[in-house]
């Protein structure tokens, strides 16, 4: 029996070790261990040999099994990793690969303007500040010397939102609100440059949308005048649009500075084309930011970031800046 032992291990081991699935080592196991296996079958004739021979054949068997079910068992886990790493490569994705016939996305034309003007403006010293699109009556006017009742208010056309008591928050009309945060929360000097989305209840035409984007600028410190205002403008011109380029101050008039002035740029053609408004930040403003007007003076500007970038590409009409219309946006 001894003997027969020895050839049914050498004929399970063999049948483990030629399985090259794990199905195929399922068939195996049950040939090898199930109740028709041969070992099985010498299980069972233990019981009419001798006590003797009993006793050694039965330690002989269990040896035996022992080293089957080893064997099962490092062969089980060999073919489990091996398909674990064939399922592995077949269901990899190469996402290194960019197919060549397909065009990369690219930033809006409004998202390159804004950014580089955030480069030019920061290039000249300006920081870049923020604040919230929905904004408190008070910052958005009163806060800027338009009180309530102010003819000025008209013009701006507001959309008002339901917080608060009636009509004291509203959707920001421009983001001159975020100077008067800037002053509250800083002490001067100051040199800003605020960026943003605004909003108002215009019609969407060629020229005007509801939502559009504005870019404001700030400075407070001492002894700031107006030429300092004109050569900012000036140095800005020609930074963003090109040594061709050069701007003039018309005189005008905001609530919110005092002297206003409309600044223009002429085009190498000799064309002047009007960019946005500017001027000296009026007294009132500043004390409303908590600043003393008879130590410190201030300027501000601002222009409309979009009607900037339709002025550098030549964009006949700001609702094409909307559609989404991919024909037109990858043109920038």
């Known amino acids: 029996m001894i003997d027969q032992l020895a050839e049914h291990e050498a004929s399970a081991i063999a049948a483990i070790d030629g399985a090259e699935t794990l199905d195929g080592l399922a068939e195996a196991k049950t040939a090898s261990l199930g109740k028709s296996a041969p070992l099985t079958i010498v299980q069972r004739q233990l019981g009419s040999l001798p006590a003797e021979e009993r006793k050694e054949a039965g330690k002989a068997l269990n040896e035996v099994r022992r080293r089957v079910e080893a064997r099962l068992d490092a062969r089980t886990a060999e073919l489990a990793e091996a398909e674990r790493a064939a399922r592995l490569v077949a269901e990899r994705l190469d996402l290194t690969e960019v197919p060549t016939d397909v065009a990369v996305g690219h930033a809006h034309v409004v998202t390159q303007a804004w950014e580089e003007l955030e480069d030019v403006f ?11 699109e929905a ?3 008070w910052h958005n ?3 800027l010397n338009i009180p309530p009742g102010h003819p000025a208010r008209d013009g701006f056309d507001t959309i008002y939102v339901d917080h608060g008591p009636p009509g004291s928050t509203l959707l920001r009309t421009h983001t001159s609100p975020v100077q008067i945060r800037t002053m509250l929360d800083e002490d001067p000097p100051i040199h800003i440059v605020a960026p943003g989305r605004v909003f108002r209840r215009d019609t969407p035409d060629a020229t005007h949308t509801p939502v559009f984007h504005q870019l404001e600028g700030l400075v407070v410190d001492h002894d700031i005048s107006l030429a300092d205002l004109a050569g900012t403008i000036e140095a800005f011109t020609e930074s963003y649009f090109g040594a061709g380029f050069h701007s003039r101050l018309r005189p005008n008039y905001f609530p919110f500075t005092e002297p206003s002035a409309e600044f223009d740029i002429q085009q190498p053609d000799g064309t002047w084309l009007e960019l946005g408004g500017c001027g000296m930040v009026h007294p009132n403003v500043l004390r409303a930011g908590g600043i003393d007007p008879e130590e410190w003076t201030a300027f501000a500007f601002g222009f409309g970031i979009d009607r900037l970038a339709a002025m550098k590409f030549a964009i006949d009409d700001l609702r094409e800046l ?9 043109q920038f």
């Open 141 to 143: 006017f009163d806060a």
């Open 122 to 132: 920061v290039g000249m010293g300006f920081r870049i500040a923020e604040g919230p």
């Open 135 to 137: 904004e408190t009556d």
């Open 322 to 330: 909307f559609t989404n219309d991919v024909r037109f946006l990858s």
